[in-house]
């Protein structure tokens, strides 16, 4: 049994190491990391559901907005725990958690109190949305270079990271094939996902992003919301995940009962295979737009397997042309870690340079452009979607009626479309897929 304490000491550990170099890389003496305040909606009393700054959570898995963490070099991590007296609202009691040894803990009941206990605050940046308060105390506010900073070294997962979303994996694996075997009893979008969560034992406010659960042509919606109540779907498109210790899991199925058309059900047999194989690449080295190119390569050759596309094996011009970002328009995967689309994908150093743009079209939509590293988590998410506004477009504009098989794609579009999506951590040589360790 692998101990969270122990895990959690080594995290911090290289929290501190990569805190000291970034401060004085920076000149700076001391960090400071705000969990945050709740977002407020417009001319409303009412929040959003509440997520710490990714910076904060990184350092301390503690609940609830308003805490915290600074960090002087040479000194033991402070914790400035906000515990007010607010009969309203609930606020977690501190207790003794897991982590609670690597920090100097002092709590208090108001803001302010948190301000007047950090102690000497000359020389510190601040990184967090409550700035009026890092205002009011001189201090420097989301200095960028120490942001940039930040973001590099969360691509480079800690063992106490990789447990906690191997974990999160482990929890919606056991949501997935609930939502399995309601779509194959017949169930509505809306039942699919109350029995998703049922199985979780989870609510949907502690769910790392909405879900998107669609049946038949809304799989071809990318970012679909919807609830239906329609019972009786061919296909379900699932893209659901979960939360362990404020990290996430971001996992999609996609399923085809028998009333499903055969060359569907054979497109997501090839698609899946695909997604294996995608996945089996993955390893330190990699550079990761050349898997998302092999990707439009295979789903080229897929397409003309089923009879979408005939193109005589020329999978290349078929890429140029276009042909294959109308079926699969996203990018091939992103970083995973304390954030779901981890943010230092697009930057190609710790200075927080950009990475270049690669001019071909089909990276337009990449959310990660640069060489897989050893411990860094992504998702391989390859699709293919019958989206019925990109293919017209691409019909108005050109037409290739001699290599699109238009009429099967339009017996195709109500099935709407496939994606499959795993977590796969980088290794020296090889890879570790922390999906299929639990799901199918
Ligand atoms: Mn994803």
Redesign the pocket.
């Known amino acids: 049994m692998v101990s969270l304490t122990s895990l959690f000491s080594e995290h911090i550990k290289q929290r501190i190491s990569n805190a000291n170099e970034a401060l004085q890389a920076l000149n700076y003496r001391s960090l400071i990391l705000g969990a945050g305040e709740p977002f407020t909606y417009f001319s409303d009393d009412s929040n959003a559901v509440f997520k710490p700054n990714p910076h904060f959570a990184h350092w301390c898995p503690a609940k609830g907005a308003h805490h915290i963490v600074k960090y002087e070099t040479g000194k033991k991590p402070l914790l400035i725990y906000y515990s007010p007296d607010d009969f309203w609202h609930f606020h977690e009691p501190l207790g003794n958690p897991y982590w609670a040894d690597e920090f100097e803990i002092i709590e208090v009941n108001s803001i302010d109190k948190i301000w007047s206990q950090l102690g000497d605050l000359s020389f510190s940046v601040f990184v967090g949305n409550e700035i009026k308060y890092a205002q009011v105390h001189n201090v420097k506010i989301n200095c960028e270079l120490m942001s940039s900073r930040l973001n590099w070294y969360r691509r480079f997962k800690s063992n106490y990271e990789i447990h906690c979303i191997s974990e999160a994996n482990r929890i919606a694996a056991a949501g997935h094939n609930a939502a399995k075997s309601s779509f194959l009893d017949g169930a509505s979008e809306y039942e699919i996902h109350m029995s998703y969560l049922l199985a979780m034992e989870s609510v949907d406010s502690e769910l790392p992003y909405t879900g998107i659960v669609a049946l038949d042509k809304n799989g071809a919606i990318l970012h679909y919301h919807g609830r239906e109540k329609r019972r009786n779907g061919k296909v379900l498109l699932i ?1 659901s995940g979960a939360t362990f210790n404020n990290y996430p899991s ?1 996992i ?1 199925r996609t399923y085809a009962n028998k009333q499903a058309d055969s060359i569907f059900q054979e497109l997501l047999k090839q698609t899946e295979t695909m997604q294996l194989e995608l996945c089996s690449q993955v390893k330190e080295g990699l550079y990761f737009p050349d898997l998302h190119e092999k990707c439009h390569l295979k789903i080229a050759e897929i397409l003309e397997n089923i009879g979408v596309l005939k193109i005589s094996g020329d999978y290349n011009t078929a890429l140029q042309e276009g042909m294959t970002k109308v079926f699969f328009p996203h990018g091939l ?2 970083m ?1 870690g304390i954030q ?2 981890d943010i230092g994908g697009k930057q190609l150093d710790i200075q927080g340079n950009p990475a270049p743009k690669n001019p071909k079209n089909i990276f337009s939509s990449l959310r990660f452009v640069g060489p897989l590293e050893k411990n860094v988590v992504v ?1 391989v ?1 390859p699709g293919i979607y019958f989206i019925p506004i990109l293919l017209n477009q691409f019909r108005e504009n050109n037409n290739y009626s001699d290599k699109i098989n238009w009429n099967l794609i339009e017996k195709l579009i109500p099935f709407g479309g496939i994606r499959i ?1 795993d977590n796969v951590l980088a290794l020296g040589n090889s890879q570790r897929n922390l999906t299929r360790e639990f799901l199918p």
Do not use: S
């Open positions: 893209d971001d999609t995967g992103h995973l779901v689309h998702t998410e999506e």
